[in-house]
């Protein structure tokens, strides 16, 4: 652990590229050793060696294909047993384009497979160690796609919604143990995620666009000043409050010992 700062250590996936690196170079300026998951080893260990040197941390590599149930169980594993971890960047994801009538459904199941059961599986590993421990920090990175499911392919938008509701469910069963829970709802980000996902990043429009270096740093100050969600492009807090007030007002009706008097006009 790094002797300085014992601020522990922060074990993000999806390391080796886009909000996940930058993320790795913000903790890292924090004083969090690192450990770095995602595919590509060897942009990994660039990144530790990089990191090692400006930051004078510990950075470990540690390579794993998260949709491949061997690797996502080592990472789990790592998550359960290491001690030193204070923090879970729950990141690594994946986008497919597209109307669901013509989509390659094994790519979807692979998104399914990386956005929601390797996210799902590290959090209750997180939840368990930090739980016991009575301390720790999981961040998840959902999307505003969450709750715009008409704008992009419903899969991916549904598995960023399950991100979002699972984090919300966390974020009530964790804090009376010390742990806090973060959803981070990005925007339209700079990154390759795009271009992976088979479109242009170039596509969109500049003013959709936010550079991943101000979202990264954004979401940090959302988390610092305590935000259980955070939506870096929001200007006005207030308008998530409303939505999770008109969320909350449904509750008492939500379920009843009655259908509602419009489903009752032909019955008898
Ligand atoms: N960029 C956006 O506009 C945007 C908006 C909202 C939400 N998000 C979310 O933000 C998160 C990060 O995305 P990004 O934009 O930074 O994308 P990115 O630049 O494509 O980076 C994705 C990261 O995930 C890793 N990854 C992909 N498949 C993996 C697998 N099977 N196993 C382990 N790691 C894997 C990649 O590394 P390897 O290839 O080396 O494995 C890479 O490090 C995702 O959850 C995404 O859904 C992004």
């Given at each position: 652990?790094?002797?300085?700062?014992?601020?522990?250590?922060?074990?993000?996936?999806?390391?080796?590229?886009?909000?996940?690196?930058?993320?790795?170079?913000?903790?890292?300026?924090?004083?969090?050793?690192?450990?770095?998951?995602?595919?590509?080893?060897?942009?990994?260990?660039?990144?530790?060696?990089?990191?090692?040197?400006?930051?004078?941390?510990?950075?470990?590599?540690?390579?794993?294909?998260?949709?491949?149930?061997?690797?996502?169980?080592t990472v789990e594993q790592r998550l359960r047993t290491d001690a030193a971890i204070t923090l879970l960047l729950n990141n690594a994801g994946m986008a497919v384009q597209g109307q669901l009538i013509d989509t390659d459904i094994d790519r979807v199941e692979s998104m399914i497979q990386l956005n929601v059961i390797s996210v799902t599986r590290l959090a209750a590993a997180a939840a368990a160690a930090f739980g016991g421990r009575g301390s720790g920090t999981i961040i998840?990175?959902?999307?505003?796609?969450?709750l715009a499911p008409e704008l992009f392919n419903g899969v991916y938008s549904g598995t960023k919604a399950y991100v979002l509701n699972l984090s919300q469910s966390m974020q009530q069963e964790l804090a009376p143990r010390g742990v806090r829970v973060q959803a981070v709802l990005p925007g339209a980000t700079r990154t390759e995620i795009w271009d992976r996902a088979g479109g242009s990043v170039d596509?969109?429009?500049?003013?959709?666009?936010?550079?991943v270096g101000d979202l990264v740093d954004a979401a940090l100050s959302g988390l610092d000043q305590g935000e259980l969600v955070t939506i870096p492009s929001l200007p006005a807090r207030a308008d998530w409050d409303a939505l999770q007030a008109a969320?909350?007002?449904?509750?008492?009706?939500?379920?009843?010992?009655?259908p509602a008097d419009r489903y009752l006009v032909h019955a008898g």
């Open positions: 652990m790094n002797q300085q700062t014992n601020l522990g250590t922060a074990l993000i996936t999806g390391a080796s590229a886009g909000i996940g690196a930058t993320y790795a170079q913000r903790l890292a300026a924090r004083g969090h050793d690192l450990i770095l998951v995602a595919r590509d080893a060897a942009r990994l260990q660039q990144l530790a060696e990089q990191l090692k040197a400006r930051h004078g941390v510990q950075v470990e590599v540690l390579p794993a294909d998260l949709t491949k149930r061997a690797d996502l169980l998840n990175i959902a999307s505003v796609l969450a596509d969109l429009p500049a003013e959709m666009l936010m550079e969320r909350q007002a449904l509750g008492p009706n939500l379920s009843r010992n009655r």
